[in-house]
Every structure is written in structure tokens, then in C-alpha cells.
């Protein structure tokens, strides 16, 4: 799978109960028509110790196409005609990094789909320069933006190493990484949909 410029980790929470509806609308309505604008869907997942989280990985060339992008979906016909939906079943969105590859390549996707581990670390400061201690695939790193699109908030003032594998082990965290985090990473195994790249 290429390595794009600009990518996002979005973790949602849906209202009890409404997981299911939101995937199976996204997978639906929103995977092609955004990849018709220039933003593939990398990966949709669920995360089953988190029976309300739906979580995605939606990537673009680079910064400049970002916002054209985004408007022309949101000011398009397909996100008009299921937004009322879309936004009935979510609770919160709001939980989005803006992230750039600095290391690695994208996993293959398996002939059968399995566990996908998505690991965040957070820092005082950048911590690019680390990422050839990590054993994963491909490491990303906060992008400074801006975001050009503020009607889709992004987390600002942080700084993250994201490590994506397709071997849902928890790995031992880096010894330079270990000294630098502010706080424990975060490990999300996740569970591919049925349209997930990642997988």
C-alpha cells in the first residue's frame, strides 16, 4: 500500500447501541465518495474492549490537497443526503490526530483479516527522530499543520509517535521512547470491517 503525505487517526464514539449502524452507513455511503475526492480510507475498525469506539485511518497526497478535499465532500451531495444519519449515531468525533509517515511502509493486507495493532506514544516534544526504534512497520509522527479545515478539529499542542502492525503482540516500548513519554502508550487492537484496507 503506498505511503501518502497527510494521515489521520480518527477515533470515534458512537451512542450505545449505534455502533453497528455507523459502520455499516460509513462502509456504505462514505468509503468510495470519499476516495472520489482524494481521500482513501485506509482502514475502519471496531475495537471490542470498547463496545461504542469506531475508529478510522483516512490519508491524503499531502497538506495542500487536504482542505480542497474536505470541502468537496462536505459540501457534497453524498455527506448532505447522510449526515443527519451519520451524525445521529456519534457522540463524540472529535478525537483526531493529523499524523505524517517518517518511517516504513504500510502493511500488506493478509489473505485473511486479523488483528490490527495501532499503538500511541505521547511526548513533551517532537520525537521523530526515534522512530527507527520501533520494531512495527511504519511509524507516523504529529504533523505541525496547520489544519486548514477547522470545521473538522484536529489535536493540537501534542506530540505522538504512531505505530501501525498487523501483529496484534504488544511490544515492549523502545528505551528512548520509554525516557521521552509523558505518559503510558496507548495499544488499540482492533478488529477490521468488512471494507478495511488495513487488515
Given at each position: 500500500?503506498?505511503?501518502?503525505g497527510?494521515?489521520?487517526?480518527?477515533?470515534?464514539?458512537?451512542?450505545?447501541?449505534r455502533?453497528?449502524e455507523?459502520?455499516?452507513?460509513?462502509?456504505?455511503?462514505f468509503v468510495?465518495?470519499?476516495?472520489?475526492?482524494?481521500?482513501?480510507i485506509?482502514?475502519?475498525?471496531?475495537?471490542?474492549?470498547?463496545p461504542?469506539?469506531?475508529?478510522?485511518?483516512?490519508?491524503?497526497?499531502?497538506l495542500a490537497?487536504?482542505?480542497?478535499?474536505l470541502?468537496?465532500?462536505?459540501?457534497?451531495?453524498?455527506w448532505?443526503e447522510?449526515?443527519?444519519?451519520?451524525n445521529?449515531?456519534?457522540?463524540?468525533?472529535?478525537d483526531?490526530h493529523l499524523?505524517c509517515?517518517?518511517r516504513?511502509?504500510?502493511?500488506?493486507?493478509?489473505d485473511?483479516?486479523?488483528?490490527?495493532?495501532?499503538?500511541v506514544?505521547h511526548?513533551?516534544?517532537p520525537a521523530?527522530?526515534?522512530a527507527?526504534?520501533?520494531?512495527?512497520?511504519?511509524?507516523l509522527a504529529?504533523?505541525?499543520?496547520?489544519n486548514e479545515?477547522p470545521a473538522l478539529?484536529v489535536r493540537?499542542?501534542e506530540?505522538?509517535?504512531?505505530?501501525?502492525?498487523?501483529?496484534p503482540?504488544i511490544?515492549p516500548t523502545p528505551?528512548?521512547?520509554?525516557?521521552?513519554?509523558?505518559?503510558?502508550?496507548?495499544?488499540?487492537?482492533?478488529?477490521?470491517?468488512a471494507?478495511?484496507?488495513l487488515?
Open positions: 500500500m503506498p505511503v501518502p497527510i494521515v489521520e487517526l480518527r477515533r470515534y464514539t458512537a451512542h450505545p447501541g455502533r453497528d455507523l459502520v455499516e452507513l460509513f462502509e456504505r455511503e468510495d465518495s470519499q476516495a472520489e475526492v482524494g481521500m482513501p485506509l482502514g475502519t475498525f471496531r475495537q471490542p474492549s470498547q461504542d469506539a469506531f475508529i478510522w485511518v483516512r490519508s491524503f497526497p499531502d490537497s487536504r482542505a480542497p478535499s470541502t468537496a465532500f462536505y459540501s457534497g451531495p453524498v448532505a447522510h449526515r443527519t444519519a451519520a445521529a449515531t456519534m457522540a463524540d468525533f472529535h483526531v499524523l509517515p517518517v516504513g511502509q504500510f502493511p500488506p493486507p493478509r485473511e483479516p486479523g488483528v490490527v495493532r495501532i499503538s506514544h511526548f513533551a516534544g521523530d527522530e526515534h527507527d526504534h520501533s520494531p512495527d512497520p511504519l511509524v504529529t504533523h505541525p499543520g496547520p479545515f478539529p493540537e499542542g506530540h505522538v509517535l504512531v505505530t501501525i502492525s498487523l501483529d503482540a511490544p528505551d528512548a521512547w520509554a525516557r521521552l513519554a509523558v505518559r503510558e502508550p496507548e495499544h488499540l487492537l482492533l478488529e477490521p470491517t471494507t478495511s484496507r487488515r
